[in-house]
């Protein structure tokens, strides 16, 4: 996966530490209901599509340029789905990341589903009932885009 240079210039300095990043998803729908997936380069496994907003890029436009880099898909982001804090990730060279994720329900508006870069091995479009193995946090994700209205946070049993 490539990293981007505002990313670079903060390892030069705080190394391999956890670094608290915002991040976006985009649940992106066809007008047959389908949901767009990538096969991950690094992983070879099924994902949503998302990625790391640009210093100052608003984070709907960053998911729409992250749908259109890997996939090649057009989209608009219709709405905010989820806003979460996720659990760290440590890469495989010791980067450590944490991300404060919004997830956007968005609709294809054309482009062909294609492999545009070189973060994804495949891409392509399942039916919800259909889908390939994804992991938890996914298919909540997906879960949330086909509801009505956001979800915020996690429900929070008072004390």
Known sequence: MAI???IRALRDSAGRQLLWLPGVTAIVFDDRGRVLLGRRADTLRWSVIGGIPDPGEQPAACAVREVHEETAVHCVAERVVLVQALDPVTYANGDVCQYMDITFRCRAVGGEAQVNDDESVEVGWFEADALPELDEAD?????????????WFDPIEPR
């Open 4 to 6: 981007p240079d505002f």
């Open 139 to 151: 298919l909540f994700r997906i879960k949330q885009a086909m509801s009505d209205g956001p979800t």
